[in-house]
């Protein structure tokens, strides 16, 4: 049972490049989540999905579009990067039914942009 | 809606001594809460949760907290700090009425001094 898994753990982009961050779950949980997290800043909610083909927009989503075609993946795309994007972003799944709710957290993806 | 304050970002005690970081929230409605823990480099691992079984929460590593309704906190302490503590922990909040979405404090970072 591996949880939620993160691809990859780092990237260096330049500005105007595109990437897509890869985050799956085996428990079977409904809902997912993107975070960024800066220093001093806390975790800042990107986007989420409550299930497989639904997606919603976060505090922070502008600059980042997701899609969740598999229950147990969720992927977050940068079109055209930018220098502010650099950040530690975590992904997130819980169940739906299932109190309280507690979130289940991936290692993360460190990514900077030049 | 709900909101999170941690009250410093830094906390720095010395070995063995006593650990006390402060979590201060608002809630319309009966909250869930939560502590998570975030060792250098890596996600975020829960600690402990309230779910309004018992006000005094025990979690992992010797880690409690207790939630106080008339105070509206629910800080974590711990008797005695270990070098292994030394980590950034951070606060979060959900409730029904935000459809169980976590809300976040923005984390104190606690430094032990040895």
């Known amino acids: 049972n591996a949880g939620v898994t993160q691809t990859p753990k780092f990237r260096v982009l330049k500005t105007g490049q595109s990437m897509t961050l890869l985050c799956a779950q085996d428990?079977?949980?409904?809902?997912m989540y993107w975070y960024r997290q800066d220093p001093g800043m806390g975790l800042r909610l990107i986007h989420y999905s409550v299930g497989e083909g639904t997606t919603a927009k976060g505090e922070v989503p502008d600059g980042y579009n997701v899609s969740r075609l598999k229950k147990q993946n969720f992927l977050l795309g940068l079109e055209s990067a930018a220098p502010s994007q650099t950040s530690v972003y975590f992904c997130a799944s819980r169940p739906k039914w299932t109190a309280p709710y507690e979130q289940y957290f991936g290692p993360g993806t460190r990514l900077t942009v030049t | 809606a709900q909101s999170v304050t941690q009250l410093g970002s830094h906390v720095s005690v010395s070995e063995g001594a006593l650990v006390l970081l402060r979590c201060n929230y608002s809630s319309s409605v009966p909250p869930y809460l939560f502590w998570y823990v975030q060792y250098p480099n890596q996600g975020l691992q829960l600690l402990l949760k309230?779910?309004?079984?018992a006000t005094l929460v025990k979690g992992i590593n010797g880690f409690e907290a207790e939630f106080k309704k008339s105070e509206t906190s629910f800080h974590l302490t711990k008797p005695s700090a270990h070098m292994s503590d030394a980590a950034e922990y951070f606060c979060a909040v959900s409730a029904m009425d935000s459809n169980y979405q976590l809300i976040w404090g923005a984390g104190t970072k606690l430094i032990i001094k040895p």
């Open positions: 309230y779910t309004s079984a």
């Open positions: 428990m079977n949980h409904e809902y």
